[in-house]
């Protein structure tokens, strides 16, 4: 049997974090793209070993195993995720590549077992799937190892990543992978200068196809540049930098509107995740009667603290800005996630709003 290049290659469901999921369908093209352009990307060659962390479905996890397959390299694929099985395996099958979203990371920082482990073979990790806050970020580096990756994308096929020696670039996720580009595009489509906050969009030899059987959808999600390039619309609001390096400051979806002003979650999310209380946090917006929305934050304490609503509630707002200013604080023990560890935050918000 022969195939072309352009012949579909599979289908694979999208996140579905602020919707419902779409079969992205990907060619055979886009596929050998993605595969040696992430290979290269993540420094992989014939002597790597890649673990695998993450469901096989998912498309994050395709970074552990098709680009080393593609290079000839050593692939390790976990039953089951922990932070104690994750460390034995790095040190019993001397694994060079690892993949694993945010909150995996903050399970193996947390974990009792990760000052006796062996991590000399680890050369090169890297985060998807949601953006490190930083405190997490400094931490990996200071006690996993230098050789972090932050990549941002999506499933439709384009990503941009920050390569270990740029986290001088506080908080970027960095640059596009080889053989993309993006633009920053306004709500009328018009693009934007350098350090302007708008629409992310996409380009590149990875791009999806279509979505399935959704042709209104595909369409929808085009913006077309000077060149008639198909870029695809990511939904996430971000800004580039003079030197090119991209910012993410959040989903378009998430982005909470509070007496008029724009209120991005992800900068209140960094400020509350600097209390040492604090292991995971996100923020949503609720209702008001006064201010249309206003930010609440939801934390899941670290194991064994005495983390206290009020206080944490005290000390964020002493941070924060008045139109960042939170309404409260709650804890949780978990947030409803997907496969790639994304917090679905419509699931979170859907109370608050079908009660108001």
């Given at each position: 049997?022969?195939?072309?290049?352009?012949?579909d290659?599979?289908?694979?469901?999208?996140?579905?974090?602020?919707?419902?999921?779409?079969?992205?369908?990907q060619?055979?093209?886009?596929?050998?793209?993605?595969?040696?352009s992430?290979?290269?990307?993540?420094?992989?060659?014939?002597?790597?070993?890649?673990?695998?962390?993450?469901?096989?479905?998912?498309?994050?996890?395709?970074?552990?195993?098709?680009?080393p397959?593609?290079?000839?390299?050593?692939?390790?694929?976990?039953?089951?995720?922990?932070?104690?099985?994750?460390?034995?395996?790095?040190?019993?099958?001397?694994?060079?590549?690892t993949?694993?979203?945010?909150?995996?990371?903050?399970?193996?920082?947390?974990?009792?077992?990760?000052?006796?482990?062996?991590?000399?073979?680890?050369?090169y990790?890297?985060?998807?799937?949601?953006p490190?806050r930083q405190?997490t970020?400094?931490?990996?580096?200071?006690?996993?190892?230098?050789?972090?990756?932050?990549?941002?994308?999506?499933?439709?096929?384009?990503?941009?990543?920050c390569?270990?020696?740029?986290?001088?670039?506080?908080?970027?996720?960095?640059?596009?992978?080889?053989g993309?580009?993006?633009?920053?595009?306004?709500?009328?489509?018009?693009?934007?200068?350098?350090?302007?906050?708008?629409?992310?969009?996409?380009?590149g030899?990875?791009?999806?196809?279509?979505?399935?059987?959704?042709?209104?959808e595909?369409?929808?999600?085009?913006?077309?540049?000077e060149?008639?390039?198909?870029?695809l619309?990511?939904?996430?609001?971000?800004?580039?930098?003079?030197?090119?390096?991209?910012?993410?400051?959040?989903?378009?979806?998430?982005?909470?509107?509070?007496?008029?002003?724009?209120?991005?979650?992800?900068?209140?999310?960094?400020?509350?995740?600097?209390?040492?209380?604090?292991?995971?946090?996100?923020?949503?917006?609720?209702?008001?009667?006064?201010w249309?929305?206003t930010?609440?934050?939801?934390?899941?304490?670290?194991?064994?603290?005495d983390?206290?609503?009020?206080?944490?509630?005290?000390w964020?707002?002493e941070?924060?800005?008045?139109?960042?200013?939170?309404?409260?604080?709650?804890?949780?023990?978990?947030?409803?996630?997907?496969?790639?560890?994304?917090?679905?935050?419509?699931?979170l918000?859907?109370?608050?709003?079908?009660?108001?």
């Amino acid at each position: 049997m022969r195939y072309d290049l352009g012949d579909d290659f599979n289908i694979i469901y999208s996140s579905g974090t602020t919707g419902t999921p779409k079969g992205i369908v990907q060619t055979h093209r886009a596929r050998q793209h993605w595969s040696y352009s992430n290979a290269l990307e993540l420094r992989m060659d014939h002597e790597s070993v890649a673990l695998a962390t993450t469901a096989l479905y998912s498309n994050g996890t395709w970074f552990m195993l098709l680009p080393p397959l593609f290079v000839g390299a050593t692939v390790v694929v976990m039953e089951g995720f922990s932070p104690e099985g994750f460390l034995d395996l790095v040190a019993r099958e001397r694994v060079t590549h690892t993949f694993m979203v945010p909150t995996q990371y903050i399970g193996v920082l947390e974990s009792a077992a990760l000052p006796q482990a062996d991590l000399s073979s680890l050369r090169y990790m890297l985060s998807a799937g949601s953006p490190l806050r930083q405190d997490t970020k400094e931490a990996i580096l200071e006690r996993l190892g230098p050789g972090l990756f932050e990549l941002y994308g999506f499933s439709e096929g384009f990503a941009t990543i920050c390569r270990p020696e740029q986290q001088h670039k506080r908080g970027s996720v960095g640059t596009p992978v080889i053989g993309f580009d993006l633009r920053i595009v306004d709500d009328e489509g018009r693009e934007l200068p350098a350090n302007e906050p708008g629409e992310i969009v996409g380009y590149g030899g990875g791009l999806m196809k279509h979505y399935h059987n959704r042709e209104a959808e595909t369409e929808a999600a085009i913006w077309r540049d000077e060149r008639g390039r198909t870029f695809l619309r990511s939904g996430d609001i971000g800004k580039v930098d003079e030197d090119g390096f991209l910012y993410i400051l959040d989903r378009k979806k998430d982005m909470i509107i509070s007496g008029g002003f724009n209120v991005f979650p992800k900068d209140i999310e960094e400020v509350v995740g600097g209390h040492p209380d604090v292991s995971d946090v996100t923020v949503i917006g609720i209702p008001d009667p006064k201010w249309g929305e206003t930010p609440l934050a939801l934390v899941i304490p670290v194991s064994g603290s005495d983390a206290d609503p009020d206080t944490l509630l005290a000390w964020a707002n002493e941070r924060l800005a008045k139109a960042q200013r939170l309404k409260a604080v709650e804890l949780r023990d978990e947030f409803p996630r997907n496969a790639l560890g994304k917090v679905i935050k419509r699931e979170l918000r859907a109370p608050y709003w079908e009660a108001s």
